[in-house]
Structure formats: C-alpha cells, structure tokens
C-alpha cells in the first residue's frame, strides 16, 4: 500500500515533467490525480490549502498527519495530529485564532517564510524564517515533529514551539510551556501552564487575569522535600521512547508500562492535570490510557473545585 502509493506519486511528478509541453488536458488530468494523494513535503512556492483534505503532509512512518483541522464552523487550525486518532491532536499553529474555511492556506514562501494566510487575506501566523536557499522545505518527521530546513539543518521547528503536548524526545526547556486547551471541543488556550520556574523547577499554575496560582508540586512543601532541586543551571526535560521521563530538577519517573512498544506523550490536560499516556489495544480498538498523572487529588488543583462544588461537597456530608 505505502509502496504503490509512493511510485505512484513518483510516476505521476514524473510524468508532469515529461507533458509539461504537451497536451493541457493531460495536465488537467495529472493535477487532478496529485491533488488527490497527500504530499511529502512542501518546497518554496508551494502551499497546503484549506479546500482539499487530501492537501497534508504525512510522516514517512504514516504515524503522523500534519493539515487543516476543523475546530468549529468554518474555522480550522494548521495542526499536527496522529494519523490513526484525529482527536489526539499534539500541536497547532493558530490555536487562538482559527482560519476560514474558505481560500485559507499554509504557503511556503521563496524568501523562506512558511505562512498562514486567513480567507486568502491576512496573515495570521508565520514562522518568520528567513532563506534564499531553493533547498529549504518542510517535512514532517516521523517523531511528530514539523521541521523547516535547509539541506537537513533545521530553520525552525514545531518541537520548539509546544502547545499542551510534549512527545517522546521533544525537549522542554525554559523556553517552552504547555498550555491546557480550554475544553474537549475548544483547543484556544485554556489557564493551566507547566513551564520551568526562576528557581529551575518544573511547575503547574493556574492563569487567570487576575493571579497565578502554582499548585504543584504541593506549594505547601518544600521542593526538595518533594525531591526537586533548586539552582541547577540547566532547565531540561523529556520523556523518552521507553516511557521515561527525566528532568533537570530531579523529577524522573517511569511509565506504569515502562519499555518499547506503545505510543506515548505527555499532556496538560484541560481539567489542569499532568498526564502522560500510551496507546494501547483494547479489542478491536486502540486508547490512550493514563500511566502516570502528576496531581492526585483533582481538587488541589486551583480552579477545579469552584465554591459551589465545594458546597455541595459540605451538604453531602452533612445529607449523610
Ligand atoms: C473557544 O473559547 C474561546 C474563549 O472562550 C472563544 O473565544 C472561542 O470562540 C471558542 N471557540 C470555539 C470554536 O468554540
Ligand atoms: C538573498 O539574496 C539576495 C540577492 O541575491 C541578497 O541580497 C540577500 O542578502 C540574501 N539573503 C540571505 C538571507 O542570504
Ligand atoms: C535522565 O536519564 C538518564 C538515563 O536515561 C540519566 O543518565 C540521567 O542522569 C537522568 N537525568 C536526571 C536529571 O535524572
């Protein structure tokens, strides 16, 4: 399948090549054949439209699909998802501001600007690279990472630039956060950020206008009573493809189903929580199940349990 897919879209470039000079309607016909099978990379000049759902870029393993995907009525947002699960989105370009259905694209541009144009019109994202090299592409890599570069060096790169999702590999540093997405059917920007604090350590807060609220690790303890280490010059971590994740201020654990095998990432999930999850068969189907979460009880969480739940919390204890 993969195999015929592939000399075919050799063939069919081929071939485009060969009739350039020929025939208007053979060329009609071979544009119509490549729009409809997904691309491998997209080259200076070249664009991804919101139109055609066929106009994505799959990773070589096929794990991965980058493309439009549709957030709400006529809205959509360039993103990265699994290609199996197009629920489990993993990144977006423009989560706070979907574009039109209509005349939307994702371009590349010759001067080395990879671009987000709304209906046609406005730019509503862009890397802002720079390149007069004609070698400069985009591809999506088969670790889920959208990679701009130039003969192999990277000019920018999604894994910089996470939204609430860190896959295995994909470093996290005191450049980068996670932000929760505002609900299961609304991924803008919701108030819960895991980022490295002044003092090197790996934290949660909660965002909202008016404060910001850490809640773990436990703000009632001291980091290292919980085994986390202030004044390292150095603010890294990572999970890794066996399922274990490791950070410069001491954190570190194990997956539950800790070796090779299972697809795996690590979210900041909409209620606040910490999660990192694997893929896993279940019959006919495959979920993401839970394998490590970083708070326990929900309600540590700021912003979780609002007055009200905690009130009808009180009467249920007083009912019984
Ligand atoms: C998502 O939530 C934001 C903030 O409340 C809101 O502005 C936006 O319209 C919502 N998007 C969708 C698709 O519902
Ligand atoms: C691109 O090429 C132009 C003209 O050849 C040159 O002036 C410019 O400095 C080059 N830009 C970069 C980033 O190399
Ligand atoms: C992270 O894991 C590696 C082994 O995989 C280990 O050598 C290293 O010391 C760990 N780092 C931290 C900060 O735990």
Not at 195 to 216: A, G
Not at 235 to 246: I, M, T
Request: proline share 3%; with cysteine; hydrophobic share 35%.
């Amino acid at each position: 399948m993969f195999l015929s897919f592939h000399i075919i879209r050799t063939m069919a470039a081929t071939f485009h090549l060969l009739l350039l000079h020929h025939h208007t309607n053979t060329i009609f016909f071979l544009y119509f054949f490549i729009l409809f099978f997904p691309t491998h990379s997209l080259t200076p000049g070249s664009s991804l439209s919101v139109e055609n759902i066929d106009n994505i870029l799959l990773s070589p393993n096929r794990l991965f699909t980058a493309g439009f995907h549709k957030v709400g009525d006529n809205a959509y947002s360039f993103a990265i998802w699994f290609s199996d699960h197009p629920s489990t989105v993993v990144w977006m370009a423009n989560r706070d501001e979907p574009v039109n259905g209509k005349h939307s694209e994702l371009s590349l541009h010759k001067d080395g600007n990879l671009v987000l144009t709304d209906a046609g019109r406005y730019i509503i994202w862009s890397t802002q690279t720079k390149s007069n090299s004609s070698s400069i592409k985009l591809q999506l890599y088969n670790s889920g990472n959208l990679i701009l570069h130039e003969q192999g060096n990277p000019v920018w790169q999604s894994f910089d630039h996470p939204t609430d999702t860190l896959l295995p590999n994909q470093l996290f540093t005191k450049n980068t956060q996670l932000v929760s997405s505002r609900s299961s059917t609304n991924y803008s920007s919701g108030f819960y950020r895991l980022f490295f604090d002044t003092d090197n350590i790996l934290r949660l807060c909660y965002d909202s206008r008016k404060t910001t609220t850490v809640y773990w690790p436990d703000p009632g303890l001291h980091s290292w009573q919980v085994g986390r280490y202030q004044y390292i010059y150095s603010q890294r971590a990572s999970l890794d493809l066996e399922g274990r994740f490791n950070s410069t201020d001491g954190l570190g654990f194990l997956f539950a189903d800790f070796g090779y095998g299972p697809q795996r990432m690590m979210k900041i999930d909409m209620d606040g929580n910490l999660r990192v999850y694997s893929l896993v068969e279940n019959g006919a189907t495959r979920e993401w199940v839970v394998q490590w979460q970083a708070v326990s009880h929900s309600c540590r969480i700021h912003g979780v349990c609002g007055q009200n739940q905690w009130r009808s919390l009180i009467k249920s204890f007083e009912g019984a």
